[in-house]
Structures are given as C-alpha cells and as structure tokens.
C-alpha cells in the first residue's frame, strides 16, 4: 500500500510539473512531502481497520 501511494503521487506530481528544471525540482519536493503525509495517513487507517479486526 505504501509504495502505491509513494507511486502515485510521484506519477500524479510528475505529470503535472511545468517546463523546466525549477517546476520539476518543485515538483519532486512536493511529491516527497505529500507522500511521506500520505503514508502516514495510509498508516494511521491501516492501524484502525487491524485494531478492529482483532
């Protein structure tokens, strides 16, 4: 679940980066904190639906 995650936003922030090398540097920077976000939310539901389970 976490790399899907790590996947898609790369993909999704990639994609939508501008022309030239400033928006991709911005884009790859705000890729790495939305997914790092993104896990640990991913994390933190994955806990509760397990917490339930048991």
Known sequence: MFGAVIGLVGCYK?????RGTESVGLAANSAVVMSSLLVIVVDVIAVQITDMLI
């Open 14 to 18: 990639g994609y939508n980066a501008g």
